[in-house]
């Protein structure tokens, strides 16, 4: 089982990107899905959620800015950010929770670095 993350990158303030995150190997399924961030010197926190049934949270920095999607049928999850700041910038992991026939547990990506330059 793996998550691959893609989407980072370099972008100026107000810019915008899109990150994905898609689930493989073998699982029946997955419950939730989200994506972390952390900056340097900080310590890691959830920017936004996403249950099976799609309920979204977010951490209140982004909300109006970020929004997160998936689709089920790719097993990915999306982040798509806009009117990106400074304090954005940090590395971005996303989060599973995948199904097995022992429960749900859960899994991470390698990171995608995103920097916003001023």
């Known amino acids: 089982v793996q998550l691959v993350e893609s989407g980072g990158g370099l972008v100026q303030v107000g810019g915008s990107l899109r990150l994905s995150c898609a689930a493989s190997?073998?699982?029946?399924?997955?419950?939730?899905m989200g994506w972390y961030r952390q900056a340097p010197e900080k310590q890691r926190e959830l920017v936004a959620r996403i249950t099976g049934g799609g309920s979204t949270n977010y951490a209140d920095s982004v909300k109006g800015r970020f929004t997160i999607s998936r689709d089920n049928a790719k097993n990915t999850v999306y982040l798509q950010m806009n009117n990106l700041r400074p304090e954005d910038t940090a590395v971005y992991y996303c989060?599973?929770?995948?199904?097995?026939?022992?429960?749900?547990?859960?899994?991470w990506g390698q990171g995608t670095q995103v920097t916003v330059s001023s």
């Open positions: 190997g073998s699982f029946f399924g997955i419950d939730e």
């Open positions: 989060k599973a929770d995948l199904i097995s026939g022992k429960g749900a547990y859960p899994y």
